[in-house]
């Protein structure tokens, strides 16, 4: 139907109707990678393979949220630095 590369192209949301036969969907389309890096959620840049995912750990992600909740503000970097500070005299 558009005349648009494969790579610039994003499709999602597609729900198939009852008894088959027949789907529906969103597609965008980008002018070019840029502007699809720019506004693509992350999720789906992962999912086209333009952006790799980070692998972490569910245990580190919930520590490092609950670190950050502890402190606030610019006492954070301070902490931050703190820590860096203690784990390289270690």
């Known amino acids: 139907m558009y005349k648009g590369d494969a790579k610039l192209t994003v499709?999602?949301?597609?729900?198939?109707?009852?008894g088959g036969g027949k789907s529906t969907g969103f597609c965008?389309?980008?002018?070019?990678e840029?502007?699809?890096?720019?506004?693509?959620p992350k999720h789906r840049m992962v999912k086209k393979g333009v952006v790799t995912?980070?692998?972490?750990s569910r245990k580190a992600m919930k520590e490092a949220?609950?670190?950050?909740?502890?402190v606030?503000?610019?006492?954070a970097s301070i902490a931050k630095?703190?820590?860096k500070r203690a784990a390289m005299n270690e």
């Open 72 to 75: 606030r503000g610019t006492g």
């Open 28 to 32: 965008l389309i980008y002018d070019n």
């Open 11 to 18: 499709m999602f949301g597609f729900r198939t109707k009852f």
């Open 34 to 40: 840029e502007s699809m890096i720019k506004f693509e």
């Open 65 to 70: 949220k609950n670190k950050g909740k502890k």
């Open 81 to 83: 630095h703190k820590a």
């Open 53 to 56: 995912k980070k692998e972490t």
